[in-house]
């Protein structure tokens, strides 16, 4: 069980958009730890999306963006493209375990 | 740009060891933060444990505590996870990733398949 829950999947057609939340508790996300987001393409080593909630490493599109509110924290990503088939975490860190911490992951299928 | 390549797969037979190295390119390892992820096979990622070679010290998830040792070679600028006692569960994926502020991760390693087996 996963201490940052993100639903197990999310599925959308090309050239729409989608969200993908992730929500904590007051140990983590709601104790203003910043939240990440990476990618994980099939086979491969995950990749940094978005860091410190709302900013993207240079060469991540704009299509790719995170917020946060509370507890929680969401990724949205406009323009679905068929390369955006991955798996997608969240982490953040959590202050009553000290350690970092990861959603579950979220599957997105482009139909 | 910091790169980070680790070592090859390995096969162990339960209740022996594995140490696996993440050798940095591009960058001084010294100044950085490197941790350790594992990935399960179809499972998600679980944070092991960090070493800040600087310091010459390792923080370790409370699970894998009694059994993870990580370190740092500022000579060869490698980092190292060994995990003891293995079991049929440690079967996985491990990463070795930089550190950044505010606790991201970024580069990973390519990840490195252990594989527990009798």
């Known amino acids: 069980q996963s201490v940052l829950t993100q639903p197990p999947s999310v599925s959308g057609a090309p050239g729409q958009r989608i969200t993908i939340s992730c929500t904590g508790n007051?140990?983590?996300?709601?104790?203003?730890?910043?939240v990440h987001w990476y990618q994980q393409l099939p086979g491969t080593a995950p990749k940094l999306l978005i860091y410190?909630?709302?900013k993207r490493p240079s060469g991540v599109p704009d299509r790719f963006s995170g917020s946060k509110s509370g507890a929680s924290a969401s990724l949205a990503i406009t323009g679905l493209q068929a390369d955006d088939e991955a798996d997608y975490y969240c982490q953040s860190y959590d202050n009553s375990l000290n350690i970092c911490v990861f959603g579950g992951g979220t599957k997105l299928t482009v139909l | 740009q910091v790169q980070l390549e680790q070592s090859g797969a390995e096969v162990k037979k339960p209740g022996s060891s594995v140490k696996v190295s993440c050798k940095a390119s591009?960058?001084?390892?010294?100044?950085?933060?490197i941790s350790w992820v594992r990935q399960v096979p179809g499972q998600g990622l679980e944070w092991m444990g960090r070493t800040i070679p600087i310091l010459g010290i390792g923080f370790y998830a409370q699970k894998f505590q009694a059994r993870v040792t990580i370190t740092a070679d500022k000579s060869t600028n490698t980092a190292y996870l060994e995990l003891s006692s293995l079991r049929f569960e440690d079967t996985a994926v491990y990463y070795c990733?930089?550190?950044?502020?505010?606790?991201?991760?970024?580069?990973w390693g390519q990840g490195t398949l252990v594989t527990v087996s009798s």
């Open positions: 410190d909630n709302t």
């Open positions: 990733a930089r550190e950044r502020a505010q606790v991201s991760f970024d580069p």
């Open positions: 591009g960058g001084s390892l010294s100044f950085n933060t």
């Open positions: 007051n140990s983590n996300i709601g104790a203003n730890y910043d």
